[in-house]
């Protein structure tokens, strides 16, 4: 009875821990969602949630590649040899160059119509979240190498900092505007991805593009 007792208390510590870290990362990724409401006038609120929504389709559709990738790559980091991890990562920073980029390109040309219909603020607020959002571009594939170099706890710390930088960025600026926290936000997400391209870099994963350079990678 008390083995069960001390079980079910353990299962709810764990519950009570996820609850909390899933909280967490969901407040650091969408800090701007939980500012904004609070600098831009209630009349065009719409406009920011609207491209932040539109934003959002870029790393809807590198999820589902990463969730695709993400067991190899498991498999592939256990092993003794790293030679096969690391071209197997220069694939997926390749992959998600390619879907981030057009991608991005697809939200904006979208974005241009809507544009017209909507406050003027609309395309540049929009393109400053694309911005932020297309930061596998340069960097690759960061948040899901961290998980898989056993990082993404630190990874999930560094999103705090961000988030607490974007917050310092927001009040040292005195925003006013949608346009002010979407290019301190894009900002804060670039920052974030290139400190972790940095530490990836110490697993013997280079960032982005430059992963072609490695003379150790051969991707065909």
């Not at 990362?25 to 406009?47: A, G, H, K, M």
């Not at 991890?85 to 997926?92: M, P, Q």
């Not at 974005?111 to 571009?137: D, K, M, N």
């Amino acid at each position: 009875m008390e083995e069960r007792i001390d079980l079910s208390l353990r299962e709810g510590e764990g519950l009570r821990r996820s609850g909390l870290k899933a909280v967490f990362v969901f407040s650091t990724r969408y800090v701007d969602v939980l500012v904004v409401p609070w600098i831009i006038e209630f009349e065009v609120l719409y406009v920011y949630f609207l491209a932040r929504i539109a934003s959002l389709c870029l790393p809807m559709a590198l999820a589902i590649l990463g969730n695709k990738v993400e067991p190899v790559l498991s498999s592939l980091a256990s092993t003794q040899e790293q030679t096969p991890f690391r071209a197997a990562a220069a694939r997926v920073n390749l992959g998600y160059l390619m879907i981030s980029g057009a991608m991005a390109l697809f939200v904006i040309s979208g974005g241009s119509y809507l544009a017209t219909a909507l406050e003027p603020e609309f395309r540049e607020i929009l393109i400053w979240l694309v911005i932020g959002q297309s930061a596998p571009v340069l960097f690759g594939a960061t948040g899901l190498l961290m998980r898989i170099v056993d990082r993404g706890t630190f990874y999930d710390v560094l999103g705090g900092i961000t988030a607490t930088m974007f917050l310092a960025g927001i009040f040292l600026l005195r925003a006013t505007d949608g346009v002010d926290v979407a290019l301190t936000f894009a900002v804060s997400q670039l920052t974030l991805a290139a400190v972790s391209a940095l530490l990836l870099t110490q697993c013997g994963i280079w960032p982005g593009l430059t992963a072609l350079f490695h003379k150790q990678i051969k991707l065909f």
